[in-house]
């Protein structure tokens, strides 16, 4: 599955665009900058694409200010590198005008990658594609600078949650001390991170937690958003990111599923679960993928029948595990 070309071709050649997934997270973002800054400052053409600015989260991040939404101002790339890109339709940043060109570098950590690009290097043990991105460029002969380890650090503590998921091991806290290399703190970054959310936020978090139904004998907590939630107050879709995190913690409660109704007559659907359940399964049997503890789908279903699938599909699982 894995090419072990990628480095050499890190090295060796020039011109790269470096892409993520729609609705970016901490991860998509800190790989995508990461890989970004580090191939210009191995002194190599570099266009970060994408097709909309960054959430504003993520404006302390070296780089993110040189992010291209227009594919016109990206100039006949060799290379597209794809980064925690679990599917190549949600690769946000409109490359069809070279995806014929340039050949494709997919670098991802989802189990459920179908390893769409010429090279791949996937793997599904590490806890973030920073990481991946990280073992490339080391592997490439790159010395990982403040600015990149900024970035990649990023990748790393958001898609661990701050260092407390699964998989974490004494592994993953050596490459995050690489990253932050030293006369970095990590709370210069975790601050940014954990405690500037717009305001927004809150209120968004206080209509999940009023909403939130304590279903399947307390196993699983589910709740809903609708778009008019968002505009009433003022948030922006990316001020919800990971709130159906808060759902997962409490005893006894083994999925958490955050149902948000979009405008457009899609449903946006966000599982998390904990111990041996495996979310992605049921993610993947609606449309979607993703992790075994963490996991989602688009899905274009009426909400009451989508619903009634998802409470099923848990039960059925959460009965036989
Ligand atoms: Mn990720």
Redesign the pocket.
């Known amino acids: 599955m894995n090419d072990h070309e990628i480095p050499e071709l890190l090295r060796s050649q020039d011109r790269f665009v470096v892409v993520s997934h729609a609705n970016p997270?901490g991860?998509?973002i800190g790989s995508l900058l990461g890989m970004y800054l580090a191939l210009r400052e191995m002194g190599k053409k570099a266009w970060p694409l994408g097709d909309r600015p960054f959430p504003v989260t993520y404006d302390f991040l070296p780089g993110a200010s040189d992010l291209i939404t227009d594919p016109k101002d990206v100039d006949a790339p060799e290379w597209i590198i794809a980064v925690?890109v679990a599917e190549e339709h949600r690769i946000s940043g409109d490359i069809s005008s070279f995806r014929h060109t340039a050949r494709l570098i997919n670098i991802d950590?989802?189990p459920t990658n179908p390893a769409f690009g010429a090279l791949n290097f996937i793997d599904a043990r590490a806890t973030?594609?920073a990481e991946l991105v990280h073992k490339l460029l080391k592997e490439a002969g790159y010395r990982i600078s403040t600015d990149v380890g900024k970035c990649l650090y990023t990748?790393l503590v958001t898609?661990t949650g701050g260092f407390r998921f699964a998989g974490v091991t004494g592994k993953t806290l050596e490459i995050a001390a690489e990253m932050l290399g030293p006369g970095l703190d990590s709370y210069e970054i975790t601050r940014h991170l954990f405690e500037e959310y717009p305001l927004a936020r809150l209120h968004l978090e206080r209509i999940v937690l009023e909403r939130a139904e304590i279903l399947l004998d307390d196993r699983l907590i589910l709740s809903t958003l609708h778009e008019t939630d968002f505009s009433n107050v003022r948030a922006e879709l990316s001020d919800g990111e990971n709130l159906v995190n808060r759902l997962r913690e409490f005893r006894g409660v083994r999925a958490a599923c955050l149902i948000t109704v979009m405008g457009n007559g899609l449903i946006r659907v966000s599982f998390r679960s904990k111990g041996n359940l495996d979310v992605a399964k049921i993610a993947q049997s609606l449309g979607g993928g993703g992790h075994r503890a963490a996991a989602g789908v688009k899905s274009t279903l009426p909400l009451l029948e989508l619903r009634k699938t998802i409470i099923e599909a848990l039960q059925l699982a959460l009965n036989a595990g």
């Open positions: 997270d991860d998509a925690d950590h989802h973030s594609s990748g898609d």
